[in-house]
């Protein structure tokens, strides 16, 4: 069906042909490379991996540990995991790497490899486009039997992870634990639903309600954590009249929360809530994606800080906060950075400062929420077709919008006065995303729907 090679690492469907889907071939050439690339020049040959809970995973795993063992390398297995948690696992055992194998919000049929350096980050675009480079040539030389690489199994960093949490400066569990929460936790029967609820009892959450927290892999639901996804959540939430649902993806970088009327709050306002706590404690910059609400903005200048657009994908925005030493940052698919924690999207993180703030607040989610700028958005996208040139079609609709305000450093972005609408080429499937942003549903619709009429237009 599908192997994409981008930014977000090497992610396709299992099964099918080597070159078009994720096969064991490509997962072997692809890991040999990255592996060969990451510990060059490294002191410690080792790499970390760990993986979601999807059904292929174990298969992929396999693969991976077993291709890294066959060039020379270490591995510590971290088995069913997380994204944020390897991703502070990796400087912690002073790895040159880590894989974390999981295709994020993708559907069960999708799997991929996520490449990280030895900072316990992506790795950028020019180390991406050489292990391509390398995996697609076969260049290498595979170890010796003598030579071949150990694997240790390592189960302490879910305890690890949710430790750092807790010791972080503006997290404070008593607050919690003083508000006496109910929470309702859709984890979609992924990682998600040992890490939250383990985190929540941390935090002193005495109540919490599972639904799908089962890490079998068997998603009862599309993964993506969106409103219409969410309905067993809901039900969940007023049932048990909890005050705050959370639900994330499979690989727990993505955190969205459902309010007591079983509404959601936001994956939009995720990062805006969570940099809105830490700007009242520590002034800053922040910074998020370009198809991010106008309403982190509006809460940093409230601050007295300066907000900062990067183009899509976690990478860009982690340089781009280096770049201005934001305080916060993230992406509005509910992707918090908090870099005194580490610069990786984190919902456990994520979820230690909401928890935190609503409990100093005193307030209902649905309460804050209203007291929040208010920003609607319309998020489209239009499948590709075979031979569609994107970079003509999205010239001509910059040509078309020249005396707006805009941006290409990620697709194209147009700035309207009270609106407006990024265009751009997904990373992750063979669409492109349309989104649009408005004061009113209507507004944020209304102007996705003339912008899609006119790439109509000229596509023909």
Known sequence: MALIKSISGIRGTIGGRPGDNLTPVDI??????????????????????????????????NLVIGTLQSIGIDVIDLGLSTTPTVEIAVPKLQAAGGIILTASHNPGQWNALKLLNSKGEFIDDAKGKEVLELGESLDFDFAQVEDLGKVTKDDTFLQKHIDDVLALEFVDVEAIKQANFKVAVDAVNSTGGVFIPELLKALGVETVYKIHCEPNGLFPHNPEPLKEHLTDLSKAVLDNKADLGIAVDPDVDRLVFMMENGELFGEEYTLVAVSDFILTHKKGNTVSNLSSTRALRDVTLKHGGEYFAAAVGEVNVVTKMKEVDAVMGGEGNGGVIYPASHYGRDALVGVALFLTHLAKLGKKASEYRAELPQYFMSKNKITLTPGLDIDNLLAKMQEKYAHEQHSTIDGLKIDFENEWVHLRKSNTEPIIRIYSEGHTPEAAEAIAQKIMNEIQEIVG
Do not use: L, Q, W
């Open 28 to 61: 072997v050439k692809f890991t040999a490379a990255y592996g060969k690339i990451v510990t060059e020049g490294a002191e410690n040959k080792t790499i970390v991996v760990g993986r979601d809970a999807r059904v292929s995973g174990e298969m992929v795993s």
